[in-house]
């Protein structure tokens, strides 16, 4: 971090770089510190040190040659294999935080489809998928030091199908099938997911109240237990939870948990209590920084509040910067996290009551770590009097976790189809 403090002691920086490059110095200032040792509570040395950053990615192009930039804060080391059926370059990067807004690469012209996210400890992946076959070549690679940039430019060029052929020969699992080398060339060959269960509020906190005296705390606690004996009937799953008796735990402590157990996925389980007793039925939330209605930044807010409410010191706390996490959850965790939310609301449809529009986003703080896909479900309304009878119907908790549970499973089938 001590370039930053040279640069802001450089008065004449905003006149030297202008607007544009102003914009890409802020993007990587918030990249950099979402990895800083202050906010992973590491010391420098750690391996958050060597970390890269892909700062802004843009891409421009035709049928016959697409370009792609991207923006590093140091010079990356780089591999590109090449996949047939479909067509596909496989850009492999160390451990890379891919900063950039997700829409920063939208298909065109000779690419048909972009993914791009973590690939296995300490590892990135960038996959192209082609209109047809094309070779990558990297064209430029230059530093501007005025603003810390390492600017790398690849072109896709169309190439025939004998030359594609043998660009897949020359690849580095040419020997082996194809899904085998993606699973090598991932890291470990561990497709497990670490599932951590947040059951909402506890101890101080006892959260909503229902009309017959049920607390959230002790509904959640419950169908996290019964979540969690179902996840453990689930092959290639590993589950913890936050806690596992009525005590307190800050949001930010929560999303220390799930980052400490190196989750794949955090799910927070809540049961709140709103002014339209008539409203009943669940809901699932994912991040974002603009609510998607009023219900949604309603009980972002109530949730939110509790850490305060108890004495939690918010300040000290990584999830306290949170316009800096929202920013950057902009990569593939987001995507994950709305893939994970359909696969509830697709499992749930039919068997348990949901709200209108049960897709739903907003500021959740527990939402916010920007390594973690985390979504938010709402299992039912306390306030009402029929979702209180379910949610304290041991028969309801446990087909419904069994539910939940089915969509953990699809969305883990999800992504080892992805990374064929």
């Known amino acids: 971090m001590q370039f930053l403090a040279k640069t802001w002691r450089d008065q004449d920086f905003g006149a030297r770089v202008g607007a544009g490059r102003c914009a890409a110095f802020a993007a990587y200032v918030l990249a950099a510190l979402i990895i800083s040792p202050a906010l992973a509570q590491a010391e420098p040395d750690t391996a958050n040190a060597s970390r890269h950053i892909a700062i802004a990615a843009r891409m421009a192009g035709d049928e ?7 923006d590093f804060e140091r010079q990356p080391e780089f ?45 990135a992946r960038m996959v192209f998928e ?5 070779r990558m070549y990297l064209v430029e690679t230059t530093d501007d030091v005025s603003v810390v940039i390492h600017r790398m430019v690849f072109d896709a060029v169309a190439i025939d199908d004998a030359a594609f052929s043998a660009e897949v020969a020359g690849s580095v699992w040419a020997d082996v099938d194809q899904k085998t080398a993606a699973e090598k060339s991932s890291g470990p060959a561990d497709d497990d997911l670490m599932i ?18 049920s607390t959230e705390k002790n509904v959640t606690l419950a169908f996290a237990e019964a979540f969690k004996e179902a996840l453990e009937d689930v092959d290639g799953v590993r589950v913890a939870m936050t806690r596992t008796d009525d005590s307190f735990l800050s949001l930010s402590a929560r999303v220390r948990k ?6 794949d996925l955090l799910i927070s389980l809540h049961a709140d209590s ?41 300040q000290d706390a990584p999830e306290a910067v949170a316009a800096i996490l929202v920013d950057l959850a902009r990569t593939e965790t987001r995507v994950f996290s709305a893939g994970l939310a359909r696969q509830v609301v697709n ?42 009878k379910l949610l304290t119907d ?21 992504i080892l189809a992805n990374r064929q």
């Not at 294999?81 to 935080?97: I, K, N, S, W």
């Not at 951590?196 to 005296?213: K, M, N, Q």
């Not at 041991?394 to 999800?414: C, F, G, I, M, P």
């Open 64 to 70: 016959s040659r697409v370009r792609l930039v991207l």
């Open 258 to 263: 799930a980052r400490h157990e190196e989750a």
């Open 130 to 134: 082609f209109t047809a076959p094309a």
């Open 79 to 123: 591999q590109i294999h090449y996949l047939q059926d479909p067509y596909r370059a496989v850009l492999d990067l160390p451990d890379t935080v891919l900063a950039f807004p997700e829409d920063s690469l939208k298909p065109r012209g000779l690419v048909s489809a972009v993914r791009h996210g973590v690939s296995g400890e300490g590892r």
């Open 274 to 314: 709103i002014s339209i007793r008539s409203l009943r039925g669940a809901t699932v939330y994912t991040l974002s920084d603009k609510a998607s209605d009023a219900l949604a930044q309603s009980l972002a807010d109530q949730e939110n509040r509790d850490d305060v409410i108890v004495g939690a010191n918010l």
């Open 196 to 213: 951590v269960i947040d059951a909402g509020h506890g101890g101080i906190d006892g959260g909503a109240e229902g009309p017959a005296g």
């Open 347 to 388: 499992s749930f449809e039919g068997q348990v009551k949901l709200i209108n529009n049960p897709l739903r986003h907003a500021g959740f703080r527990v939402l916010q770590a920007p390594d973690v896909p985390s979504v938010l479900v709402e299992l039912g309304y306390l306030s009402n009097h029929e979702d209180e």
């Open 394 to 414: 041991d028969e309801w908790r446990h087909n419904t976790a069994r539910l939940l549970a089915q969509s953990v499973e699809n969305y883990r089938k999800t």
